[in-house]
C-alpha cells in the first residue's frame, strides 16, 4: 500500500493545497502593499510660510500641502547652537524678546495658535505665529535675519499611522523628511 500509485483524487488535492497556499501568500503580499500605498497616499507634507502684508495674516504660517492630515507633535527653532523648544512658554518668551531687543517701537506678538497634538488637515493652513500690526514690518523680518541668520526651524508631525516625519527649514530652504 505505500507503494500505491497516486490516484486523480489525491492530484487535485494536493494542487488544491498548492493552489491554496500561493493564495494565502498572495493576499498577504497584496494586504502589505495596500497598507504601504495608503501610509504613502496620506503623508501630510508641511511647510513654514512667512506672510507679509495682510494685517490679518502676518506671522509665520504652518501649511499642510501632502494629501493627509499632520498631528504635530514638536517645534523647534536653533540658532547659534541654542535650542529653543516653542512648545514652552517659558523658551517662547525668551526666543520673543531676544527677536525684538532695540527694535523701535517693540512690536507685540499675538499667541502661539499650534500645540502638541495640533492637527492640520490637507490643504490647511494654521497661524503658527501672529504679529500685531507693525508699521516698519520689513524691518522685523530684517531683524530676524540678522539675528538669527543660521536659525533652523525644525517642525516634527505625525501621519495617521504614526509614522514621524520631520521639516527642516534654514535660511529660506525647506527640507519635509
Known amino acids: ?3 500505491a500509485p ?5 492530484i487535485i488535492a494536493m494542487s488544491s493545497a498548492v493552489i491554496a497556499l500561493c493564495a494565502l501568500g498572495i493576499s498577504i ?6 497598507r504601504q500605498h495608503n501610509v504613502l497616499s496620506a503623508r501630510p507634507i508641511i511647510e513654514l510660510l512667512a506672510c507679509l502684508g495682510d494685517p490679518e495674516k502676518d506671522g509665520i504660517i504652518l501649511k ?3 494629501p493627509g492630515p499632520a498631528i504635530v507633535r514638536g517645534i523647534t527653532l536653533t540658532s547659534d547652537r541654542v535650542r529653543f523648544n516653542l512648545f514652552s512658554e517659558h523658551e517662547f518668551k525668551k526666543l520673543l ?3 525684538t531687543e ?3 517701537p517693540t512690536p507685540t506678538f499675538g499667541t502661539l495658535h499650534v500645540d502638541d497634538n495640533t492637527i492640520i ?3 490647511e493652513s494654521v497661524q503658527f505665529l501672529a504679529v500685531n500690526p507693525y508699521t516698519p ?3 522685523l523680518f530684517l531683524r530676524l535675519e540678522e539675528k538669527f541668520g543660521g536659525m533652523e526651524i525644525d517642525v516634527e508631525y505625525e501621519c495617521l499611522y504614526g509614522k514621524k516625519h520631520t521639516s527642516k527649514y534654514k535660511r529660506g530652504v525647506s527640507n519635509a523628511a
Open 64 to 66: 499642510n500641502a501632502g
Open 29 to 34: 503580499w497584496q494586504g502589505y502593499v495596500t
Open 102 to 104: 532695540g527694535l523701535s
Open 6 to 10: 497516486l490516484t486523480s483524487s489525491d
Open 137 to 139: 514690518m520689513a524691518q
Open 1 to 3: 500500500m505505500a507503494d
Open 121 to 123: 488637515a490637507s490643504g
Open 97 to 99: 524678546s531676544a527677536w
